[in-house]
């Protein structure tokens, strides 16, 4: 992306818009962002490879599934697979924000892979519900984008360049589960959404004894499992209302 695309996306209304309907979420955000940079530097982890992580990998729960595993020293391809699982929603993100941006470049595609997020993701639908390009939509992406990257990767790298500074009474892992509710909640706006939800707590809770936190993984293919079920069955019930209707008049 050019020097003059990215004025030109600053300058737009519907960017500043964007950064404002982040806004409610970023003090949350911001609390999951430290917590997961302490829990970074103090697993062991370098300096550099955790400042690495945060910026490079950009993704809060899969970075704080797998910091036990690499602590626990489990294989590396259990730790590939739970964070490859953990971001398995962001294949079905994809495939609904294609019918926006599928007209843009490749480069300017895989920019918006990286910057995009869960509270984005809602932000974006509520707000352009219609799957049909506009113009406005690209600045507003990026206007959430910009404010949701600078929320977590500010306190992240503050927690992490800070982390033997902050004491353990401050209860920043409490601090961050309330951050992670309250950006779940958020979330929560469907069936299909509070069935996956439900599945996901009780098959974690029942998992709860796997080795090398197994029972992530497990809740994760369950609550994507019930999600998809749940949202095929709307969609057959839809279109038997609909054959219902047609065959009535």
């Not at 950064?19 to 911001?30: F, K, V």
């Not at 953990?86 to 079905?92: D, E, S, T």
């Not at 206007?143 to 360049?161: C, E, F, K, T």
Request: charged share 10%.
């Amino acid at each position: 992306m050019s020097l003059p695309f990215l004025r030109a996306q600053l300058r737009d209304p519907a960017f500043r818009q964007g950064a404002g309907d982040m806004a409610g979420t970023c003090l949350g955000i911001g609390a999951w962002g430290l917590v997961t940079g302490v829990a970074m530097a103090k697993s062991g982890m370098s300096l550099p490879m955790a400042l690495f992580m945060s910026l490079a990998v950009y993704a809060g729960s899969a970075q704080l599934a797998v910091l036990p595993l690499m602590v626990a020293g489990a294989p590396l391809w259990v730790v590939w697979l739970t964070a490859a699982c953990v971001n398995l929603r962001f294949v079905i993100f994809s495939s609904m924000w294609r019918s926006y941006f599928a007209h843009l470049p490749r480069r300017h595609r895989l920019a918006l892979g990286y910057f995009s997020g869960d509270v984005i993701f809602v932000s974006f639908m509520k707000r352009f519900p219609k799957p049909v390009p506009a113009p406005e939509q690209v600045p507003y992406f990026w206007g959430a984008a910009s404010a949701n990257w600078l929320a977590w990767q500010v306190p992240s790298i503050a927690g992490i360049v800070l982390a033997n500074a902050i004491p353990l009474s401050w209860g920043l892992g409490f601090a961050g589960v309330l951050a992670l509710l309250g950006i779940l909640l958020s979330m929560l706006n469907d069936r299909a959404t509070w069935l996956a939800t439900a599945v996901a707590c009780t098959a974690a809770v029942a998992t709860f004894a796997l080795p090398l936190k197994l029972n992530i993984l497990v809740a994760i293919a369950a609550a994507v499992t019930a999600g998809l079920a749940a949202e095929a069955a709307e969609r057959a019930l839809r279109r038997a209302r609909t054959r219902a209707v047609g065959g009535d008049t």
